[in-house]
């Protein structure tokens, strides 16, 4: 699975409808540039994919009063919206893909019921531990670990990263379970990742553009 889908679909869905400079602007506020693949060119590509595939509808804009060209507006359809919800669970549980994709999980983690994302993540412990204990049972060689050699640093590295893997959700459950967040369904809440008074990490950027 590629970060990217999940990504730009999440991105639209916050806005309701929005065209490909807020998307692009958005990830990039979040660094996702610098963590998945979301440059400005796969976002783009994304899109337009995706429209293609149904998974979003385009709507073209008038222009803008400043004489450029019209904005294209993306909006998830019904099955972009199924879809979205169903890569947002997979990468919940999915152990074993790359870091961007949960990365991109959590990051919208709160689209989902508040019971339904506690037990994904339970879902993900129990294939972390899994894994740790194929690993330890199958794959790690005979012998002393002093007599493996430098390839038992693999095994170490597996199951180091499965327990460390399993750690960190264990407590992003506990605090789901207290209360932490506002998840779907439980009432309004701003799409603006950081809290209102915090400060923007990009202030005083040359580079950056206001936002869309």
């Known amino acids: 699975m590629s970060a990217i889908r999940l990504l730009v679909l999440g991105a639209v869905r916050q806005h309701g409808r929005a065209h490909g ?18 440059k400005p060119g796969s976002i783009y590509h994304a899109l337009k994919q995706m429209a293609k595939q149904g998974l979003l509808t385009a709507h073209d804009t008038e222009p803008s009063t400043a004489g ?9 359809t019904g099955a972009g919206e199924a879809e979205y919800h169903r890569l947002l669970r997979w990468a919940l ?28 993540l339970r879902r993900r412990v129990a294939a972390l531990e899994e894994w740790s204990a194929e690993v330890a049972g199958e794959w790690t060689p005979p012998g002393a670990p002093d007599e493996w050699g430098h390839i038992g640093e ?17 407590g992003l459950i506990e605090r789901l379970e207290g209360g932490a967040y506002v998840m779907a369904g439980e009432g309004e809440r701003s799409v603006e990742v950081l809290p209102a008074d915090a400060d923007d990490p990009r202030a005083g950027r040359p580079h950056d553009r206001p936002r869309g």
């Open 21 to 38: 400079y807020q998307v692009r602007n958005d990830l990039e506020f979040w660094g996702a540039h610098q963590w998945s693949n979301a």
């Open 68 to 76: 450029g060209p019209p904005r294209t507006e993306y909006e998830l």
């Open 93 to 120: 549980t999915a152990h074993d893909e790359k870091p961007d994709v949960l990365t991109a999980g959590v990051g919208f983690i709160v689209d989902l019921p508040r019971r339904e994302a506690i037990e994904l």
């Open 154 to 170: 693999i095994m170490r590295l597996w199951v180091h990263n499965a327990a460390s893997g399993a750690e960190w959700t264990r």
